[in-house]
């Protein structure tokens, strides 16, 4: 796996346990089953494996965690997007749920 470069510049070892707990704390009380989240997590370690990259940011690995949320539940997203891009007021909350809802809606062709 890749060595994550923080925001900090510092640089750390890949830890599976940190980015499943990441998940899971977004996950927390919401319907969603214990697989669905392993293969969220196969499928990030998948891309960043085959990213022949030797070092990622953690935001590369945060942009992969919220497609994965979105994917399986949309309030969990919410709930990590909120503190992955730091969400200072309540128009912010207003965007990403609209962004959301959005998506969900069938589109007219």
Do not use: C, W
């Not at 996950?27 to 089953?33: E, G, I, M």
């Not at 979105?70 to 609209?98: H, P, T, W």
């Amino acid at each position: 796996m890749p060595f994550v470069v923080k925001k900090n510049g510092s640089r750390t070892e890949y830890a599976a346990a940190k980015l499943r707990g990441s998940l899971m704390l977004a996950l927390r009380k919401r319907p969603v089953a214990a697989a669905s989240v392993d293969t969220a997590i196969q499928s990030i370690e998948e891309k960043l494996l085959t990213s022949g990259k030797r070092e990622v940011d953690s935001g590369y690995i945060g942009e992969l965690v919220m497609q994965e949320l979105k994917r399986l539940d949309n309030v969990a997203y919410i709930r990590f997007a909120s503190v992955y891009k730091n969400f200072e007021d309540l128009a912010e909350f207003q965007d990403a749920i609209a962004e959301v809802g959005q998506e969900r809606k069938p589109r007219k062709p």
